[in-house]
């Protein structure tokens, strides 16, 4: 199986930073598989907020999470900080798969990357198009769809 190499800080938009924690690690010594999904979560999440994408608002942006996946190129521990890019890899009507590539410390190479994908949902939880207002803001950052 071959594996596609590790995307570049170049490869990204709008950049995070994560603190590692103590508590993140497992017990061979690096960061936990399900640390960086949550980290993952988190830095789409900021990047909605800084999007003007008002996600906790009646009315507002309502994802739900349908699909998340991560590869892992490189170890990483505490206490490095994670720089985590965020990018939008496909954008349809009424989904988004957003992509993370989390860089240590200074590191120009992701150590690990990440997609979760979104699907705009009503009250119901019912698939529904994506807003016309928040399109733009994705697109900003849409990479190889």
Excluded at 20 to 48: C, E, F, I, P
Aim: charged share 25%; glycine share 8%.
């Amino acid at each position: 199986m071959s594996r596609q190499p590790p995307g570049t800080r170049a490869d990204y938009c709008a950049f995070y930073p994560i603190a590692t924690r103590w508590k993140d690690m497992d017990a061979y010594g690096h960061l936990n598989n399900a640390s960086y999904l949550s980290y993952l979560d988190t830095a789409v999440t900021l990047w909605q907020l800084d999007a003007g994408m008002e996600i906790y608002r009646p009315g507002g942006l309502r994802f739900l999470a349908a699909q998340i996946g991560c590869t892992y190129h490189a170890e990483a521990r505490f206490p490095d900080l994670l720089h985590a890019g965020v990018r939008c890899g496909h954008l349809g009507r009424s989904s988004a798969r957003f992509e993370v590539g989390f860089f240590r410390n200074d590191d120009d190479i992701a150590c690990a990357e990440g997609f979760i994908v979104h699907v705009s949902v009503d009250e119901r939880t019912r698939p529904e198009p994506i807003p016309d207002r928040f399109r733009p803001a994705i697109e900003a950052i849409l990479r190889g769809d």
